[in-house]
């Protein structure tokens, strides 16, 4: 897939990834194509995905992404570093990138000029908290996708929720109540638990948040930040996973 020249604006240096994402060596090698907004293949052929981030979702314009990674990577040398190196189910092989001789994650570039979501499946605290960094840098300097302030769901509009089901997508709100339902405890930003927002936890999950000092009671009046996958069931749903899908924001 060829792509045309690209002209960026110059953004600060990402935050380096330093010993917190000093992950284990995983090969090295040409970038010969871009395949999409996160991944490429190397002229070896192997198929690689960078790994603690998402793709931003298509706006009303269209966007292509996936010239923002071309312009970083084509025709370069690259380290990957990984925690192993075995395919996923589509064959691709899931790594930090690093162009050679860089200090910075090409994941981090691409967060640092709002081409790219935080995943939040990053379990390494240190190296999670450098690509929370470098999203806030774009998030605050209103680059890429935070130029647009629809890129972070308001809650109080559940159908604007609900018409990115699959997505994975962030929402900033005050939960309103807590409330728990068999298995499972509901984070609710609305009073119509079957139409409004909510972020569900399942049982499982409830020691992580509590050993972090976030028990899901403890949101209750707060204003937080989620990210995940949006889901329909009646209203719009977040399955939250890992602690990091939740920041607290301050202020009731």
């Known amino acids: 897939m060829a792509f045309g020249v690209v002209l960026l604006m110059a953004v600060p240096p990402a935050p380096a990834l330093a010993a917190g994402c000093a992950y284990q060596p995983q090969g090295e090698g040409r ?6 907004a996160r991944s490429f293949r190397l002229e070896d052929g192997r198929e690689i995905l960078l790994a603690g ?3 931003i979702a298509p706006d009303k314009a269209a966007v292509n992404r996936a010239p923002a990674l071309a312009a970083i990577l084509s025709g370069r040398e690259v380290e990957l570093r990984g925690a192993d190196d ?6 691709r092989q899931t790594a930090f990138v690093f162009v050679v001789a860089s200090e910075t994650s090409v994941q981090a570039e691409l967060l640092a000029r709002g081409e790219a979501l935080v ?3 990053v379990t390494d605290k240190e190296c999670a908290s450098i690509l929370t960094a470098a999203e806030a840098t774009a998030r605050q300097a209103r ?4 130029a647009n302030a629809a890129a972070i769901k308001n809650p109080e509009s559940p159908g604007d929720i609900l018409a990115g089901i699959g997505r994975f997508t962030v929402v900033e709100g005050k939960v309103l109540s ?3 339902s068999g298995a499972t405890t509901y984070l609710n930003f609305g009073r119509n638990w079957t139409r409004d927002f909510a972020v569900t936890i399942s049982r499982r999950t409830l020691s992580a948040f509590e050993a972090a000092g976030m028990a899901p009671k403890s949101l ?3 204003r937080i930040r989620v990210r ?3 889901e329909a069931r009646g209203g719009p749903r977040i399955e939250v996973l890992r602690v990091g899908q939740i920041e607290l924001l301050g202020g009731n």
């Open 53 to 55: 981030i998402e793709p």
């Open 228 to 230: 995940g996958w949006v």
């Open 119 to 121: 995943s939040a499946a």
């Open 86 to 91: 075995t395919p996923d189910r589509y064959g």
């Open 220 to 222: 209750e009046n707060q």
């Open 178 to 180: 807590v409330r728990q």
């Open 143 to 146: 680059r890429g996708i935070w």
């Open 31 to 36: 970038v010969a194509a871009i395949l999409d």
